[in-house]
């Protein structure tokens, strides 16, 4: 039995500890957010947290992911309040959405380090998450945007 | 899908398989059971308190309006831009309204194609009357209503935002209260649509219904569906198209905790575990002898030749205007190219799945299809029952491109033989490496070019041999789309050339290749629009013409394609000159029944490496109903035609797939994404298709700007200059 802390919850999961997180959290705890898309840390589509860093999750061990702290898009906020998902909606950014939640977990990394990233350092932490449909203006437009409504304390104003 | 498979075609076999526009009213669950009820008896006998007036809306008590889509999801924005056709007759309040997906029913078949599915960049202009209609239908029933509720005259009483008011007394009713007199009613016959200068809604940007779920993560992709009982299978399928399975040893396969049971299927080899990744460890040691069977010497080089060799003799012939051959030897300058470009997959971010629930007397499947009624037949005919005893749920799709589209129901019919063979619920799991090696892919193409232009540089001349497989052979649309031995989709883009050349000649040669293709994003368009566009723009140049001027002419007597030219142009700053060592090009296409018009800006460095810096693209698709979700189509198509132009190739050799993953089969990042804008033409013509047609222009638009930036022509994607 495995024990994990995922958005705030301690789970137990009863599987292989091998077995990819990704896996685990979809099949096992049923948080569907994450999303396959590669299956070698190629796409970014299951980006997740693990102690406040963007992974694959994908490509990693659930056993290697015990004891630390996970957010999945689930956990992004309880209510859409992110300002990642406030500028997402504010934009339309989403076409068929697949690859969403692994664009939201690695934006909202660059924008806990980074309260004002360039374009350039929006490419440089985006680089790792492919959208098939061609959201990548959007997804940069909507980080300065957030970027703002983080600035203004949340307020979307 | 292909808009080759010509709208007047389809008008008029449409009628023979039960298209046409019809605004059916019956309710779905009952057509299903083979029931046509009149509105007010299934209303009464299903739902009592709901107001349906027809298949599309149902308007309950508590003032929700459901509006129930017939088209699917996979990013285009149908789930927005169909309910506000609806909402915008209806006068409903936008708030208050939800979307389902529509089950299969005929009610629900696309108006021109006689069959439910969603492609060929048609769902706003085939549902643009039926929808609205629908929307008005139920607006007059709700005032009819009130009318007999409050006994006034209908005339006295007006629909606004979801109530219903008598202007005289100012007296209100929303709409939820009315629904259950409604219900009782009539439904009108003649149903007037609104003046367009009166729109509300239709034309005004308005934000996407399913944005929310998509920022959560609460959004139900096929992939995400997990029911009781279920299992998940991986298939093993053949390195090799056409493969067979010679001898199977799943001793250590069946070893692997998880792993349930390994069954042969007509396609391969089936893995049936608890989850995907015991699947997947168990078909990594299955030991399988695969028969190669014909295909196994196939390569994309050797069919390379072949193509070229056809090519060297005209084939059938799709159009020809005038006399080429004598105008090409008359010509003051003559040029010939040849133009090539790769199989390409469509890599939707969501790779396939299904998931099969089979019983003995009923089939339930959910999965992401664009094909809905040829999926249903296909999946009948596999589980030995009747069409109306398999139900299929149609969930968001993670990306279609025409994946999903596709007649031979390959991921639908292999998911039903799984479960057969399964004997419990199952999901089928395609990998990436499945999904890019799984064929259905753009087909290859290869063009041999020749053009001639007068004296004064004006073209006089203009043959196009195109080589390669046909789309539509062998599906059940080959009577629609191929007509005397030329598939449609082949030649489309090419054979009806806009520009006005006097002697023209577009034919064909359609080889059989054991590789199975499909629709892929602009389907023929997108060969034929990089074939035509870049040598057009080496035509200009032999002439000593500017491409932008030459166009201009050659399009006289095309007024709205060379608006959208001339609109792109002035917006690119044609006519202004760029910093050293960048580029300009020019391209426009005409698909889906729309105008397209892009300017590409370019830099190649020294290694040869090309970045696109600009992309400005402009769009003539008639009356447009949220121009949010154009502008998206033409960014997301821009890009999509990047990956095409600069990355995309699938190759073959000794019959097996190269490329494996998105490391060797890589996608436009978006550190390579240009900036993009997108200008709209007024119009207020029918609308015309959006998903589509941002692509086509976007590779001749590159090839053309690297032209000029370094001199050099790009005859031949993905566009390699690096030494």
Known sequence: ?157 | MSAAMKRRDFLKTGAAVGGGLLVTLYLPELAQAGVSAKPSDKLKSVAPATFAPNAFIRIAPDDTVTVIVNKSEMGQGVYTSLPMLIAEELEADWSKIKVESAPVDQAYNHTVFGMQLTGGSTSTASEWVRFRKAGATARMMLIAAAAQDWKVEPQSLRAENGFVVHTASGRRASFGSLADTAATLTPPKDVPLKDPKDFKIIGKPRRRLDTPAKVNGSAQFGLDVQIAGMMTALVARPPVFGGKVVSLNAEKAKAVAGVKDVLQVPSGVAVIATGFWPAKLGRDQLEIKWNDGPNANLSTVGMREQYATLGKNPGLIARKVGDPAKALAGATKTITAEYEVPYLAHAMMEPLNCVVDLRADRCEIWTGTQLQTGDRMAAAATAGLKAEQVQIHTTLLGGGFGRRANPASDFVVEAVQVAKAAKVPVKVVWTREDDLRGGYYRPMWYDRMAGGVDAAGNPVAWTHTIVGQSIFQGTFFEQFGIKDGIDSASVEGAADLLYGIPNLQVDLHTPRIGVPVLWWRSVGHSHNGFAVEAFFDELAHAGGKDPYELRRALLANQPRMRAVLDLVAQKANWDKPLPAGRGRGIATHFSFDSYVGQVAEVSVDKTGAVRVHRMVCAVDCGQVVNPDSVKAQMEGGIIFGLTAALKGEITLEAGRVKQRNFHDYEMLRINEAPEIEVHIMPSTENPTGVGEPGVPPVAPAVANAIFAATGKRVRKLPIRLVK
């Open chain 1, 1 to 157: 039995m495995i024990t994990l802390k995922v958005n705030g919850k301690q789970l137990n999961a009863d599987v292989d500890p091998a077995t990819p997180l990704l896996w685990v959290l979809r099949e096992t705890l049923g948080l569907t957010g994450t999303k396959y898309g590669c299956g070698m840390a190629q796409c970014g589509a299951c980006t997740v947290h693990l102690d406040g860093e963007a992974i694959r999750s994908c490509v990693k061990r659930v056993a290697d992911a015990t004891g630390k702290e996970i957010t999945t898009i689930e956990g992004l906020s309880p209510d859409l309040s992110h300002p990642l998902q406030r500028a997402w909606m504010e934009i339309d950014v989403p076409q068929c959405g697949y690859c969403q939640s692994g664009q939201l977990m690695s934006a909202a990394v660059l924008l806990a380090e980074n309260s004002k990233p360039t374009d350039n350092d929006i490419d440089e932490a985006m680089t790792g998450n492919i959208c098939r449909c061609g959201t990548y203006p959007r997804i940069r437009q909507a980080i300065h945007r957030a970027a703002e409504i983080k600035a203004r304390g949340g307020n979307a104003k």
